[in-house]
């Protein structure tokens, strides 16, 4: 059975860094492009960005390319999305997925909230 | 970026009933286009991909059409366990985005 487990998330002030995680079990981990989506609090979907089954690649929406970054590690089956100078519009249920390129297992999420 | 405009954003329906939901991509994306259902307090689930594949394990009640930059989701005989946002969502092009989704709750 597929799986995605995200963690990391939490209350986060403006400005600060959060690195979320998502532990892959299943299915190998290292053969799948997988991707960030998050979802806002009015339910708006957002497609973050995608990394190569080899890490070697990545590919951002272009309004988080400068602050987002993805990265995996495929001996730990761990996809990771490290979020810098964090604003209150990134207050959102970010989830982990595997990308076949449409988004074919989801994780259950995990909550971002941005306040002071 | 290409846009996705979907509608209606919110759908009652009686049991029973056929429902149907439009996605209209702002640019021709070749059929490259998945449904999700998303239940309350749930993660999306895909329902169907590159238009009209049926997803593993999806009930047979649920279909996909379109083609070009016109794209449907049509539910038939509506059950309770339905209710749910549906969203479209396009994989032809990088940012890969989505509709704004349809509510969709029994009368």
């Known amino acids: 059975e597929v799986q995605l487990v995200e963690s990391g998330g939490g209350l986060v002030q403006p400005g600060a860094s959060l690195k979320l995680s998502c532990v892959a079990s299943g299915f190998t981990f290292s053969d799948y492009w997988m991707s960030w989506v998050r979802q806002t609090p009015g339910k708006t979907m957002e497609w973050i960005g995608d990394?190569?089954?080899?890490?070697?690649?990545?590919n951002y929406a272009p309004s988080l390319k400068n602050r987002f970054t993805i990265s995996r590690d495929n001996a730990k089956s761990t996809l990771y999305l490290q979020m810098s100078n964090v604003r209150s519009e990134d207050t959102a249920t970010y989830y982990c997925?595997?990308?076949?390129?449409?988004?074919?297992?989801w994780g259950q999420g995990v909550m971002v909230t941005v306040s002071s | 970026d290409i846009q996705m405009t979907q509608s209606p954003a919110s759908l009652s329906a009686s049991l029973g009933e056929t429902v149907t939901i439009e996605c209209l991509a702002s640019e021709d994306i070749y059929s490259n286009l998945a449904w999700y259902q998303q239940k309350p307090g749930k993660s999306p689930q895909l329902l169907i991909y590159y238009a009209n594949s049926l997803n593993d394990g999806v009930p047979s009640r649920f279909s996909g059409s379109g083609s070009g930059t016109q794209y449907s989701l049509k539910i038939n005989s509506l059950q309770s366990e339905d209710v749910s946002i549906y969203f479209c969502?396009?994989?032809?092009?990088?940012?890969?985005?989505f509709g704004s989704g349809t509510k969709l709750e029994i009368k």
């Open positions: 990394i190569k089954y080899d890490g070697s690649y990545t």
């Open positions: 997925t595997r990308r076949q390129p449409y988004f074919d297992y």
């Open positions: 969502q396009q994989n032809y092009d990088s940012p890969f985005t």
